[in-house]
């Protein structure tokens, strides 16, 4: 088992930046990528960013240039760097983890950005 925690979510004006965190422990021993998601009201969950052991990256284009996830893997934790937020950014992030082909998530952090 994984247990994932999030943080660093928030209220913030557009143009403004947050940068949230995601600890992972339990079994983290094989855990080969780690990554955001997010979800807004009435929306699908949809892929962020994601970070595989060795440091490959997949972003998403909405949030390319904008949006930089990075991993501490001594520490089991995944970063995301969120800069220049807009108001369609505003979701519920979720971190997630695969471990052996498992999926893991935490359980969201809030992210509001205002116009």
């Known amino acids: 088992q994984v247990q994932l925690v999030e943080s660093g979510g928030g209220l913030v004006q557009a143009g403004g930046s947050l940068r949230l965190s995601c600890a992972a422990s339990?079994?983290?021993?094989?855990?080969?990528?780690m990554g955001w998601y997010r979800q807004a009201p009435g929306q699908q969950r949809e892929m962020v960013a994601t970070?595989?052991?060795?440091?490959?990256?997949v972003t998403a284009n909405s949030v390319k240039g904008r949006f930089t996830i990075s991993r501490d893997n001594a520490k089991n934790t995944v970063y995301l760097q969120m800069n220049s937020l807009k108001p369609e950014d505003t979701a519920v992030y979720y971190c997630y983890a695969n471990r052996l082909g498992l999926g893991y998530w935490g359980q969201g952090t809030q992210v509001t950005v205002s116009s």
């Open positions: 970070i595989t052991t060795g440091g490959s990256t």
């Open positions: 339990g079994s983290v021993f094989a855990i080969n990528s």
